[in-house]
């Protein structure tokens, strides 16, 4: 069996210390704030999660742009012309288009590189659903599964993956332009606080709300609770934008009431950030339905 590489994008939100423990190759993604544009790292990144997510509060917008193919093309030919093939897991194509550079890129390589394997695969998953996702599948080659069972193994599972979000600060969406002022501000004065998840597009659509902020957290869990396969089992994992007290209680309600078998926190990173603001809080799972 040929020895391959999984690579994903930093849009997976996985902390430097899953990368090196699974041995991934990730493409950074870039933000641009206050004029300076900036790559978003996993190691902690150019700018602290603390003074980036400050910066929105204090009324700055950061702007994201997605890879080009070329981009890919570069991280990935030493990795060819090393005799290894390669596994990509893209960000979703419903918020995206890394992941169709990730295709052109492939294509493009598969001329100068025949006798190597190039797969891609659409996550139609976001932040640290698609740090699950790689996650399961850096476990697998790692346990010597080949690039074709991971690959099927990440097509057959990825719309099982659960995206379960809530967002703390209304007016940051409405700076964004994805809700209008008067609902930000309606929303603002009543406490209410916005459910979203990701569709089976890989898109994410706001499907519920929550009055005040810890009922939305527990809506999260609860959410676990009711859908997810085998819970006790399960490695759920966990996202936020610079409220960590507010995901450390999601964390101890999903080990006492639901009894998962882990939880790993992750932070989110700028890019994803950028679209979320401070305060978004997300919970990640195996469940059916999505």
Not at 174 to 185: D, M, N
Not at 222 to 233: F, M, N
């Given at each position: 069996?040929?020895?391959?590489?999984?690579?994903?994008?930093?849009?997976?939100?996985?902390?430097?210390?899953?990368?090196?423990?699974?041995?991934?190759?990730?493409?950074?993604?870039?933000?641009?704030?206050?004029?300076?544009?900036?790559?978003?790292?996993?190691?902690?990144?150019?700018?602290?999660?603390?003074?980036?997510?400050?910066l929105l509060r204090d009324g700055e917008m950061s702007t994201t742009s997605?890879?080009?193919?070329?981009?890919?093309?570069?991280?990935?030919?030493?990795?060819?012309?090393?005799?290894?093939?390669?596994?990509?897991?893209?960000?979703?194509?419903?918020?995206?288009?890394?992941?169709?550079?990730?295709?052109?890129a492939a294509s493009e390589l598969r001329e100068k590189f025949p006798e190597?394997?190039?797969?891609?695969?659409?996550?139609?998953?976001?932040?640290?659903?698609?740090?699950?996702?790689?996650?399961?599948?850096?476990?697998?080659?790692?346990?010597?599964?080949?690039?074709?069972?991971?690959?099927?193994?990440?097509?057959?599972?990825?719309?099982?993956?659960?995206?379960?979000?809530?967002?703390?600060?209304?007016?940051?969406?409405?700076?964004?332009?994805?809700?209008?002022?008067?609902?930000?501000?309606?929303?603002?004065?009543?406490?209410?606080?916005?459910?979203?998840?990701?569709?089976?597009?890989?898109?994410?659509?706001?499907?519920?709300?929550?009055?005040?902020?810890?009922?939305?957290?527990?809506?999260?869990?609860?959410?676990?609770?009711?859908?997810?396969?085998?819970?006790?089992?399960?490695?759920?994992?966990?996202?936020?934008?610079?409220?960590?007290?507010?995901?450390?209680?999601?964390?101890?309600?999903?080990?006492?009431?639901?009894?998962?078998k882990d939880v790993k926190i992750c932070d989110i990173g700028p890019v994803?950030?950028?679209?979320?603001?401070?305060?978004?809080?997300?919970?990640?799972?195996?469940?059916?339905?999505?």
């Amino acid at each position: 069996m040929s020895e391959y590489v999984i690579v994903t994008d930093s849009s997976a939100d996985l902390t430097q210390e899953l990368v090196e423990e699974l041995e991934l190759s990730v493409l950074p993604l870039s933000f641009t704030i206050r004029g300076t544009t900036l790559e978003d790292h996993p190691d902690k990144r150019n700018m602290s999660s603390k003074e980036f997510y400050q910066l929105l509060r204090d009324g700055e917008m950061s702007t994201t742009s997605a890879v080009n193919m070329q981009q890919y093309i570069d991280l990935l030919e030493p990795v060819l012309t090393e005799g290894k093939d390669v596994l990509i897991l893209s960000f979703t194509s419903g918020l995206s288009n890394t992941c169709q550079a990730s295709m052109m890129a492939a294509s493009e390589l598969r001329e100068k590189f025949p006798e190597r394997k190039i797969e891609v695969v659409d996550t139609l998953c976001a932040s640290a659903g698609q740090g699950l996702l790689v996650w399961c599948a850096g476990k697998k080659r790692l346990a010597g599964e080949s690039l074709e069972a991971v690959r099927d193994w990440c097509e057959e599972n990825k719309m099982k993956v659960c995206h379960w979000v809530t967002v703390n600060d209304l007016m940051h969406l409405k700076r964004g332009g994805r809700i209008s002022a008067t609902t930000a501000l309606a929303g603002t004065l009543l406490q209410i606080k916005p459910i979203i998840h990701v569709d089976d597009a890989g898109k994410l659509d706001t499907v519920d709300k929550a009055r005040g902020r810890k009922a939305a957290l527990d809506y999260l869990v609860k959410k676990v609770q009711d859908t997810a396969i085998d819970p006790q089992e399960q490695t759920v994992f966990l996202s936020h934008s610079d409220c960590q007290e507010d995901i450390e209680y999601v964390a101890a309600q999903l080990r006492e009431k639901v009894g998962v078998k882990d939880v790993k926190i992750c932070d989110i990173g700028p890019v994803i950030g950028s679209h979320t603001g401070p305060g978004c809080a997300v919970v990640f799972f195996f469940g059916q339905p999505r």
